[in-house]
């Protein structure tokens, strides 16, 4: 009988690596860097670039869509670990897809980087339309209580903080990475348009009227599309009050999607980036409701450029982390001086 065991135990065990009917299980997929983008218009490929468009074309052409149970679309990976997906717009959206795709067995998100990426508002005060913002901070906009203004002091913030939020309502995030990310991306060619170029020429801020750039600053996270100079100043008063750097960018994913990576893998592998494609308020000659529902060719212009853009900035740092991986496997190496 002992012999007979034996050698049932030693078939069970040169069985284990089989799956149903006797397929070898493959081992999962190790992801080095994975890029979260929100939408796209249509097609990955070949037709008008949204979010993704720039990404898929340059790393998952050759890939096949790998289906994701729970998330809005599906995931892509190519040979060199570099992966990605279209998470949908908005908080809920966008981390219940994220929190799928991190669940499915067949990833190793153990030693992965995040690049949460896509296109934003910015405050005229401090970016304009093509500028590419890598996120020192996020910060949720709509994490506490709010009042109409005539209900309160005149010229007193119309908001306060709700208790009990205060591991999910900003995240500072990895200086050094962030760092890392600024400088590979220093010196990339940012491509501009005539239309964006026309339209800075509205506003009288500095910021607002130069070429686009590389920035860092705070990313704003919120489901309500807030607007105009009052909402915000609300904004930068939040990212102050919270501790945060100057709020430079308005998107609608960011913070959630950090929580649900926090949550499995903590913040120090993951990057915000994000183009902006429009000012978070109208220039001093219209209303913020004629800025929100402008008329035809009254539109800033400029998309295709920021898209370009943000993949051009994001690829510096993706290409960098995969061609040095041996560097950056086990965590952020120091950032060299100057």
């Known amino acids: 009988m002992n012999r007979i065991a ?35 218009i249509g097609a990955n490929t070949g037709d008008r670039a949204g ?21 809005l679309k599906p995931a892509y990976c190519n040979d060199d670990g570099v992966c990605g997906a279209v998470l949908g717009m908005g908080k809920v959206n966008s981390s219940s897809s994220m929190q799928a795709i991190l669940l499915d067995p067949d990833y190793d998100f153990s030693q992965a980087y995040f690049v949460i990426t896509g296109v934003a508002g910015t ?29 309160g002091k005149p010229g007193e913030p119309v908001f306060i903080p709700r208790k009990g939020y205060e591991d999910y309502r900003v995240f500072k995030l990895n200086p050094a990475l962030v760092g890392w990310a600024t400088r590979l991306s220093a010196g990339v060619n940012l491509q501009d348009s005539e239309s964006a170029k026309q339209y800075r020429q509205r506003y009288p801020d500095e910021k607002a009227r130069a070429a686009p750039s590389v920035q860092t600053g705070t990313h704003m996270t919120g ?13 930068q008063y939040m990212a102050k009050l919270y501790g945060a750097d100057d709020y430079v960018i308005t998107e609608m994913e960011a ?6 990576i926090k949550r499995q893998f903590g913040t120090d592998r993951i990057l915000s980036l994000r183009g902006a494609v429009n000012f978070d308020q109208g220039n001093p000659n219209e209303t913020t409701l004629q800025h929100l529902d402008p008329a035809p060719g009254q ?14 900035v994001g690829s510096r740092v993706v290409d960098h982390i995969v061609g040095n991986w041996g560097e ?5 190496p120091p950032l060299p001086a100057k």
């Open 6 to 40: 034996s050698g049932l135990g030693a078939a069970l065990l040169s069985l284990a690596p089989l799956g149903i009917g006797g397929a070898a299980m493959a081992a999962p997929t190790k992801v080095k860097v994975f890029v979260a983008s929100m939408f796209e």
């Open 51 to 71: 979010e993704f468009q720039h990404w898929y074309e340059r790393y998952w052409q050759k890939s096949q869509p790998h289906e994701v149970r729970g998330a």
């Open 123 to 151: 405050p005229p005060s401090r970016g304009t339309i093509g500028d590419v913002s890598w996120g020192s901070w996020l910060v949720d906009y709509d994490l506490g209580h709010r009042w109409a203004p005539e209900e």
């Open 223 to 235: 489901d309500t599309f807030f607007h105009g100079p009052g909402l915000s100043k609300e904004a």
């Open 255 to 260: 913070a959630a999607i950090t929580l649900v």
């Open 299 to 312: 539109t800033a212009g400029g998309f295709a450029e920021t898209v370009a853009n943000v993949e051009a």
């Open 328 to 332: 950056w496997q086990k965590g952020v």
